[in-house]
Every structure is written in C-alpha cells, then in structure tokens.
C-alpha cells in the first residue's frame, strides 16, 4: 500500500506540474520520496526517478541548488549501484538524470562538466535506444544548447541539424519535437549574427507551435517573440502581430 501511494503522489506531482501549480507538485512529490524511501531504502531506482523528477520541479521553481543537490544524488546512486539496475527505464532514469545535470551545469557555467554529461548522455542514448530514436534526437539536442551557450555556434548547429534529421525520419515534422528544434537553430543562427539565415527556422517554429499548441500558449509566444528578433535583425517590421523584441532566442 505504501508503494500504490507514492505511486499516486507521483502522479499527482506530474499533473500539479504541468498545471503550473509547482509549490503543490513539490510537496506531493516529496512525500512520495519519503514513503518509498521508508519501503525501498534509500538507492532504489524508483529513489532516483523521485528524485529526478524532484530535481526538474525544483528547475522549474527556478531553485537551481536545490535541483542540483538532488540531481547529484540521484548519480551517486546510479553510479553507486550500476550494476544492479539495467533495463530501459533504468537507461530512461539515467538519461534524465544527466540532462538535468548538463543543464544545472551550464546555467553555473561549469561548461566542462556540463559537456562531460552531455556526451555521455548522448552515448547512453545512442547506446541504448539507436541512433534513429527519440532518445538520441534529445540528447543531440541538449548538447547543441550548451554549444551555443559557449559560443561554439558550428558545433551546435551541426548537432541540431542532426537531431532534427532523426526527429523528422522518427516522428515527422508536426510535433513538439522539431518545434524545439528549429526554435534552437534560428536562435544559434541568431546569436551567430545570420538573421537571413535564422528566418525559415524560426518562422517555421513559429508556425507550428500555432498549429500545435494554439496561438495563447506561452510556449507559441516565446517562439513568436523570437522569430520577431530575427525579424527585428533583418529590418523587417511588417509583422505587426508579433512582439518587437527578443525574448529567449
């Protein structure tokens, strides 16, 4: 019973979180880790995956220490026990894991750490789940962001257009996915300075976060804001529907 209850709290977690009702998740997510904790011990993988997901809430509250400190121990028991935990989820938990990581990493700017867990969540992906898989596409996505946060514009570019080749052979164009990705190269292709070459990219994010997610989700709106920067870098302003200026690119 104490395991179907942390169960529910988890779930519950995911659905406070996704409502933006963040300070609500965190509680109930908590107390998941504490009743799985008193059933499991304190290194089992169901430990880790609360504390992943404990770590991203924490992200999300803009908590950046306090995700950290979770993230770090969700490793040291993933590199503590192995051995003892395989299988796809086991991959699915660790590879979260290191992208939290690579991402805490990058926002204190230890850029070398930060590409060190990057790289071998790509290799786990890669690994574990192909070349071609989902898994893969994200991972080559994560790497990309830390390359254009330290400057190394080819690098991430190369790295985004791979990912968007598998995202696009796996799920097709009309998904979230390659949203992100063309939001992410019209953004390296901005910071480069090619505003000409930033504009199919940034539009087409644009575009199909319209198309998925309506023209009033906030996400929809950050594309729309940054497809107006590179619109703004071009001299272009007869998009009067759009924002004027960056934000997020």
Same mark, same amino acid.
């Given at each position: 019973m104490t395991i179907d209850r !942390?169960? %529910?709290l988890q779930a519950r977690a995911w659905t406070l /979180? !996704? %409502?933006g009702n963040l300070e609500d998740a965190f509680a109930a997510c908590h107390e998941a880790l504490l009743l799985t904790e008193q059933c499991e011990g304190s290194d089992s993988a169901d430990v880790a995956n609360l504390l992943n997901d404990l770590a991203e809430i924490e992200c999300d509250r803009q908590k950046f220490q306090a995700a950290l400190t979770y993230s770090e121990r969700t490793l040291a028991i993933e590199k503590a026990y192995f051995? &003892?935990?395989?299988g796809e989820m086991a991959a699915r938990i660790r590879l979260k894991t290191l992208a939290l990581l690579g991402q805490l990493r990058r926002l204190q700017g230890d850029y070398v750490r930060a590409e060190n867990e990057l790289q071998e969540a790509v290799r786990l992906a890669v690994g574990e789940f192909g070349e071609t898989s989902g898994e893969s596409a994200q991972a080559l996505n994560d790497l990309g962001v830390l390359h254009k946060y330290c400057g190394r514009f080819d690098e991430g570019l190369r790295l985004y257009k791979e990912a968007l080749r598998v995202t696009m052979a796996t799920q097709g164009e009309e998904c979230l996915t390659a949203c992100t990705i063309y939001h992410n190269?019209?953004?390296i292709l901005f910071s480069k300075g090619d505003f000409a070459a930033a504009k199919p990219y940034g %539009?087409? !994010?644009?575009e199909l976060? /319209? &198309?998925?997610l309506g023209e009033s989700d906030p996400r929809t709106m950050a594309d729309a804001a940054a497809f107006a920067a590179i619109l703004d870098g071009l001299g272009r302003y007869e998009r009067g529907n759009l924002p004027s200026r960056a934000c997020g690119v």
């Open positions: !942390a169960l %529910e /979180q !996704a %409502e051995n &003892r935990y395989t190269m019209g953004g %539009e087409k !994010a644009w976060s /319209q &198309r998925l």
